[in-house]
């Protein structure tokens, strides 16, 4: 059973910081998946934020790059975002995923994600 239960999600003014966390279940260390936090604004697609595949490599959307951060700890089977120069259009919920089928940073393919957490979210309170 694929459980991840997010973390750390709050109000927080613009230029403010946040660190959210993703605990993933012991079956999920395997290190042999991709793990991503993903975003869904109000109205709009569920779209990544960041992903680390299963080799390592972390990517980022365009419009977070400089300010998130991605950190993966394989021996606390935990996945943090960390959060900073937070802006009001980072105002969404966010979700934190894993699958053994490769990730994209394209958000059409979001869809076919398979474990998803219950999300957390995140508002600008400026």
């Known amino acids: 059973q694929v459980q991840l239960l997010e973390s750390g999600g709050g109000s927080v003014q613009s230029g403010g910081s946040l660190r959210l966390s993703c605990a993933t279940s012991?079956?999920?260390?395997?290190?042999?998946?991709?793990l991503g936090w993903f975003s869904q604004r109000s109205g709009n697609w569920r779209e990544p934020v960041a992903i680390?595949?299963?080799?390592?490599?972390?990517r980022y959307a365009d419009f977070v790059k400089g300010r998130f951060t991605l950190s993966k700890d394989i021996a606390k089977n935990t996945l943090d975002l960390q959060m900073s120069s937070l802006k009001p259009e980072d105002t969404a919920m966010y979700y934190c995923?894993?699958?053994?089928?490769?990730?994209?940073?394209?958000?059409?393919?979001?869809?076919?994600?398979?474990?998803w957490g219950q999300g957390t979210q995140v508002t600008d309170s400026s």
């Open positions: 680390i595949d299963h080799k390592g490599i972390i």
């Open positions: 995923a894993a699958d053994w089928e490769r990730m994209t940073m394209n958000p059409v393919r979001t869809p076919e994600i398979g474990y």
């Open positions: 012991e079956y999920t260390g395997t290190n042999d998946e991709d």
